[in-house]
């Protein structure tokens, strides 16, 4: 009785160990990797700025999530497809750019078959973190 009981134990723990150092987006495919290229304080009283890179693997998805302000991306390679809340999904291509407002839900997802980069520009409350997820 007692070594069953040991042994629920210690399989609750083993398992509450395991399910949370699995990544959350694990079932999702490959992560999307930011790398920040810049970070700067604007003359704006209270706003930054920052300027980062975008890779998306093939089969990536960002998940969806806001910004506390604006966004301006510009894809350099391949393919990625927004869903943005309140318009159609689209897909942009290597030299296209595109806009977000500020608040907004949305996720890029590499559909392709090819890996693909975005430079993300970004205007932000100071002191707020760049990304949310919903």
């Known amino acids: 009785m007692l070594r069953t009981s040991i042994g629920a134990f210690l399989f609750v723990i083993t398992a509450t160990i395991v399910g949370t150092s699995l990544p959350l987006n694990a079932a ?65 291509k290597a030299g296209e750019t595109f806009f977000v407002e500020a608040g907004k839900v949305h996720e890029g997802i590499n559909n392709g078959n090819a890996p693909a980069k975005a430079i993300a520009s970004f205007v932000v409350e100071k002191g707020k973190p760049i990304t949310t997820q919903q």
């Open 28 to 92: 999702e495919g490959p992560a999307v990797k930011r790398t920040v290229l810049m970070q700067q304080d604007l003359a704006i009283p209270g706003y930054t700025t920052a300027l980062v890179q975008v890779d998306f693997p093939v089969g990536a998805r960002e998940g969806r999530h806001t910004h506390p302000g604006s966004v301006i991306v510009h894809v350099e390679e391949g393919a990625v497809t927004l869903f943005y809340e309140g318009h159609p999904m689209t897909t942009y």
